[in-house]
């Protein structure tokens, strides 16, 4: 399983870096990040880190998955993985003009260690390129799950990251 995501997600990163980029908009970029976080009911200091990639099917709509790690501060070896595939919209799209390019995104998580859950996540923020084929993310991101008692766990993450065609 862990072996299947980690190549969907490198299929997704080589194929968003092979696209000669020359016209207006970004039909796709990958990305990385580092979140700090908290999860919740817990209140207990929290990091996640992963990466992904979106793919556009016009200016504002796409589709993205990532794959990532989250781990209390605590005790880092007690993390649990986390696969996501996405939706994600776009205000206003990355052009030779436009710099800043915010966005919203939303969609199914997968929970995984030595069994799995399932979840969704819901999040937003901004990319910004500096460079025609590098830019910084910023996003906040809340992964959620029911367990089976009934609970909800919420894993909110303020990212940092990485953005590249």
């Known amino acids: 399983m862990k072996k299947t995501i980690l190549g969907v997600l490198v299929l ?23 979140a700090p976080g908290i999860s919740a ?33 605590s005790s880092f070896s ?29 969609g199914y998580s997968l929970f995984f260690r030595s069994g799995s859950a399932n979840g ?10 500096f460079k025609e084929r590098l830019g910084l993310r910023f996003e906040v991101r809340d992964n959620f799950a029911v367990l089976d008692d009934g609970d909800t766990v919420h894993l909110v993450g303020f990212r940092f990251g990485l953005t590249f065609k």
């Open 12 to 34: 997704m990163l080589i194929s968003s870096l092979a696209q000669a980029q020359t016209g207006q908009e970004s039909k796709g970029h990958g990305y990385i990040y580092f």
């Open 41 to 73: 009911p817990e209140s207990e200091g929290a990091m996640h880190i992963g990466g992904g990639g979106e793919g556009f099917f016009n200016r504002y709509l796409g589709a993205g998955a990532e794959v990532g790690y989250v781990a209390p501060y």
């Open 78 to 106: 007690d993390g649990i993985g986390i696969f996501s595939p996405n939706v994600v919209a776009r205000f206003r799209p990355k052009s030779k003009e436009n710099k800043v390019e915010p966005f919203v995104t939303g």
């Open 120 to 129: 969704a996540n819901v999040g937003g923020g901004v990319n910004w390129w």
